[in-house]
């Protein structure tokens, strides 16, 4: 309070106020140019999303387009079936996240408040998984799911959910580590068992961490493409990313229809990030790895 | 009746509450178990075993030995200059998105007005990867009408062809990954909050400048978020695929040709599944050893604050 108090104007004429100002003032500066290196890309985009081929071509560029060609829109859609292939993207993404959901919140409620002998080693084997390279996995992945008859179709990218993912396990255990024991420890002395304590104690109170992996589930799954181009090959069954890739490699020369299906494709990330900007975060700061 | 049940139960030993809650956490983990036999150990012992074998998938595996990783190692020109491509690019973008991350961060932690609306924006671009975040970014690129050229051109510079050169193709590639650097910004700007701020009232009493309190506390304080953003970067670096998949395939003139890439294509389209398996497992011993050395030195370089502070 009292060093709000000495702040008034007097003080502002000081050199060392002047000094931070002026620090502020480059500080700004420099955050503001380097916003716009970070926004120009995506504003080009939007902006050649509604240019014609004439006018993607002209220079100097306009940066907001007159006319607007909004049918680029509708255009670059109906070239390929995209909203079919979002909507499978969104039906891979809503199995994934139910499964996920499910397992990684039992297997962290163990990981956080259960005791037993081995536990240290199988966390610390389940946190090496994580810095595993893909690739090593994926050609006995394709030749199991190919014995299965899992090929062409979304159960290779949704079972595997069912059975946990270590970073939302690693997440979920750290948040349950922080939730009072003793709310639970009362739940016990009332009578409940383990399941309606998850149920009717920690579930209600992780909703933010619940969320965050939800919120990293559908990312993940909406931007992958190395899993969906080794497991699917009919067009009909293709996700968003392998669809706009199929739009690239057959449209190049027609930028404007490309950009206008790539903002298609950003838009859902995007609208996400501004809604639930707090679940990345804390996302971040849940699992501790600030250190 | 009763009797028979009550010797039942004496033969089956009473568990203790202990017990009892080890079996309750082995049931709470048994679908992480089962899924780390079926979908991790089980494909890893399975990988190592086709890179013993040529396989072609629609034969029987024939066992040939260690012959894979003979030639993955003195035969195979392709694979070296993929590896090569990989190295270079992981030298040269994890320390940039390291020193642009922490740069950033920085800034981004000042306590300025109107800053979380700047922390939005440089965090944005990282949660958008995938097809769509490098078509934009080939747009960008593009020699004649793209946004990077036209720039150059009002300043009156010539700019270089990037994907469709050789020269600059991989360049571009790290100046496209560039633009993700909000995801390890966002890890360092939580470790720079997590930091005391006595600590630099303390300092500032010792009379340390800007420069020094850099060096003396923010840095060390620091060093567990430089280790995670130098592994993960790491491991996610060797791993590049779907940027070069997209933008480029390889080219042009292989300049572009990462590890993964090739891996994809000797296993998915040249159906070499042993081959492809040996490579494989080459990189994953490469990536093992990388984050095994620096796990192992980092007890001298990272600085972790005790706990109970």
Redesign the interface.
């Known amino acids: 309070m009292a060093s709000r108090n000495s702040y008034n104007e007097s003080d502002f004429l000081q050199p060392s106020h002047w000094r931070r100002n002026i620090w502020?003032l480059i500080?700004?500066l420099?955050?503001i140019m380097?916003?716009l290196m970070?926004?120009?890309?995506?504003f080009?985009?939007l902006s050649?999303s509604f240019k014609s081929d004439y006018q993607?071509?002209q220079?100097?560029?306009q940066w907001i387009p007159s006319p607007l060609r909004w049918q680029n829109y509708p255009e670059a859609l109906t070239y390929v079936p995209f909203w079919r292939f979002a909507l499978n993207t969104l039906f891979i993404a809503a199995m994934a996240i139910l499964g996920n959901l499910l397992?990684c919140t039992?297997?962290a409620?163990?990981?956080a408040r259960?005791?037993?002998?081995g536990?240290n080693f199988?966390f610390i084997?389940?946190l090496s998984?994580m810095?595993?390279?893909?690739?090593?996995?994926?050609?006995?992945?394709?030749?199991?799911f190919?014995k299965l008859g899992w090929i062409d179709s979304y159960l290779p990218l949704i079972v595997?959910a069912?059975?946990?993912s270590p970073f939302y396990?690693f997440l979920l255990r750290q948040f349950f580590m922080n939730i009072p024991i003793e709310l639970e420890e009362a739940a016990l002395i009332d009578g409940a068992n383990?399941l309606q304590i998850l149920w009717k104690v920690i579930v209600p109170l992780s909703k933010p961490a619940l969320a965050a992996v939800a919120i990293f589930n559908f990312?993940g799954v909406?931007?992958?493409?190395?899993y969906p181009?080794?497991f699917l090959h009919k067009q009909s069954n293709y996700t968003i990313?392998?669809g706009?890739?199929f739009f690239?490699s057959t449209y190049t020369v027609h930028?404007g229809y490309?950009?206008a299906?790539?903002?298609v494709?950003?838009l859902p990330?995007?609208i996400?990030?501004?809604i639930a900007?707090r679940y990345?975060?804390q996302g971040?700061?849940f699992t501790g790895?600030?250190? | 009746m009763n009797s028979t049940s009550i010797k039942t139960s004496l033969r089956i030993p009473r568990l203790n509450l202990?017990q009892r809650?080890?079996i309750?956490?082995?049931?709470?983990?048994s679908?992480?178990?089962?899924?780390?036999v079926?979908?991790?150990l089980?494909?890893?012992i399975?990988?190592f075993y086709?890179s013993l074998t040529e396989w072609d998938?629609l034969t029987s595996p024939q066992f040939v030995g260690m012959d894979n990783y003979v030639r993955l190692f003195t035969r195979d020109a392709l694979a070296l200059k993929s590896f090569k491509v990989t190295l270079v690019y992981t030298l040269v973008y994890v320390p940039l998105d390291m020193i642009f991350g922490l740069s950033?961060a920085l800034?981004?932690n000042?306590k300025?007005r109107g800053?979380g609306v700047?922390r939005?924006?440089?965090?944005?671009?990282s949660?958008?990867?995938?097809?769509?975040?490098v078509?934009?970014?080939?747009?960008?690129f593009?020699p004649?009408?793209g946004?990077i050229n036209?720039l150059l051109?009002?300043a009156g510079i010539q700019g270089p062809r990037w994907l469709l050169d050789p020269k600059w193709a991989l360049s571009a590639l790290i100046i496209m990954s560039l633009?993700g650097v909000g995801r390890s910004m966002?890890?360092f700007l939580?470790?720079l909050?997590?930091i005391p701020t006595v600590l630099y009232e303390v300092a500032e009493i010792d009379g340390a400048n800007r420069w020094n309190k850099f060096w003396k506390v923010t840095l060390p304080?620091?060093?567990?978020?430089l280790l995670?953003n130098l592994?993960?970067g790491i491991?996610l670096t060797?791993?590049t695929?779907?940027n070069a998949?997209?933008a480029t395939n390889g080219g042009p003139l292989d300049s572009t040709l990462f590890y993964?890439l090739y891996?994809?294509r000797k296993?998915?389209e040249h159906l070499q599944?042993g081959y492809?398996?040996a490579?494989?497992?080459v990189?994953?011993l490469i990536?093992l050893a990388c984050?095994l050395v620096i796990f192992l030195t980092s007890g001298k370089w990272v600085f972790?604050?005790s706990i109970g502070e």
């Open positions: 502020n500080i700004y420099m955050l380097g916003s970070f926004i120009l890309p995506l080009w985009a050649s993607v071509m220079y100097p560029p397992s039992i297997i409620y163990g990981f259960l005791r037993a002998p536990k199988f084997l389940m998984t810095m595993l390279v893909e690739p090593v996995r994926i050609i006995p992945l394709y030749i199991e190919n595997p069912f059975f946990g396990i383990r990312q909406w931007n992958d493409f190395l181009l080794v990313a392998l706009l890739n690239r930028w490309l950009m299906a790539s903002i494709a950003l990330m995007v996400i990030f501004f900007q990345f975060i971040i700061t790895i600030k250190g | 202990r809650e080890a309750l956490f082995y049931l709470c983990i679908p992480w178990l089962i899924g780390f079926l979908f991790y089980g494909p890893i399975a990988s086709f998938l950033l800034l981004l000042q300025l800053i700047f939005t924006v440089y965090y944005l671009p949660v958008l990867s995938g097809v769509a975040y078509v934009m970014w080939m747009w960008m593009n004649q009408y946004l036209t051109k009002y633009w966002i890890i939580a470790g909050q997590d304080l620091l060093t567990p978020s995670f592994i993960f491991i060797f791993q695929f779907t998949f997209v993964v891996l994809y296993a998915f599944m492809a398996s490579m494989a497992w990189l994953f990536v984050t972790y604050r």
